[in-house]
């Protein structure tokens, strides 16, 4: 959470370096403040020294942002080779206390594949992703909270695009769940096939069943292939919808947020400033990108948890 606040406050920040610049111009061409309750126009060495104290915080800021995000990526990865490792013993334990009758009807093959390829996608979707994923959406919290409280007019105009963005990532998740759970049961078949070859080699290559062996491995891969490109298909959707999204919001923004700077230009305290404008679109932004970001790791999520289903079924028998 704490990583995820500094992007505002930096933003934050910048706009008041922005608000340094505008007013310390200003007084270099003898106009008046951009506001007009502040009479007070800084001068050249005060100016210098606010946007050195302003740089000095954002170092800070970055210097503690580093050790967060260390320890959190440290404490995740730990966690999910800790719980890998549990599973692993635990799915080796369920599969060899199963009778005899049982394996009939299951390739022995497959669980090598379980073993190695789905405990890893598992491992992947509990590991650091998690901790980025939480980041990101704490990103997106603290940024919106922070450009309602500097301009929330602007600020609704901008999050006109966030139930799309919410309601297509929730869709798309929800669909590539699905499709990876049947992608994985097809490479693990492929995977027994392959396993089993490989053992018989001698005895395959005596009766010369080299291709035939191929061919039916060939024929477990194209289902897996099938899933894979659709849920490529399905990625890559989603993440163009997202991202127009986005654009879209920036246009937006800066048409809106222009408007009010100009329509308010001649009270004597205007809500909307350039500062105002920079630290509202920044933040929206991040927090549309940080929304964006996320699809990736609900992706991996979703391989986790069509892993998991697989192998949680074999561990719970």
């Not at 999910?80 to 549990?86: I, L, P």
């Not at 298909?233 to 800066?254: K, V």
């Not at 009010?260 to 630290?279: A, C, G």
Request: glycine letters at 8%; one cysteine or more.
């Amino acid at each position: 959470m704490l990583s995820g606040a500094a992007l505002p406050t930096i933003m934050v920040l910048f706009g008041n370096i922005l608000d340094a610049f505008v007013d310390h111009h200003r007084m270099q061409k003898n106009l008046t403040s951009f506001d007009p309750a502040d009479s007070n126009l800084i001068s050249k060495e005060d100016f210098l020294s606010q946007v050195a104290n302003m740089c000095l915080y954002i170092t800070i800021i970055g210097c503690i942002v580093f050790c967060f995000n260390y320890l959190m990526v440290s404490f995740f990865s730990m966690a999910a080779a800790n719980q890998a490792f549990k599973i692993r013993c635990m799915f080796m334990k369920s599969v060899l206390r199963q009778d005899i009758g049982w394996f009939d009807t299951h390739q022995t093959g497959d669980f090598a594949s379980r073993l190695t390829g789905d405990l890893s996608r598992i491992q992947d979707g509990i590991g650091e992703k998690v901790g980025m994923c939480i980041s990101f959406l704490c990103t997106t919290i603290f940024c919106v909270c922070t450009a309602l409280y500097y301009g929330w007019k602007l600020t609704l105009v901008c999050l006109c695009i966030m139930p799309i963005l919410s309601i297509a990532m929730g869709i798309i998740s929800k669909i590539q769940a699905a499709v990876s759970g049947d992608e994985l049961q097809a490479y693990g078949a492929a995977g027994a096939v392959a396993e089993e070859v490989l053992s018989s080699i001698r005895t395959v290559a005596a009766f010369g069943g080299e291709k035939k062996e191929i061919e039916r491995y060939n024929n477990c891969l194209i289902p897996a292939s099938k899933k894979g490109i659709k849920r490529g298909l399905l990625t890559s959707i989603g993440a163009g919808l997202i991202w127009f999204c986005i654009y879209a919001g920036y246009a937006l923004a800066f048409w809106y947020g222009v408007k009010l700077i100009v329509d308010e230009k001649d009270q004597e305290v205007p809500e909307y400033k350039p500062s105002t404008l920079v630290i509202v679109f920044f933040n929206v932004m991040l927090g549309a990108m940080g929304v964006g970001q996320t699809a990736p790791y609900f992706e991996a999520f979703a391989l986790a948890r069509g892993a998991a289903s697989k192998v949680f079924s074999i561990i719970e028998r």
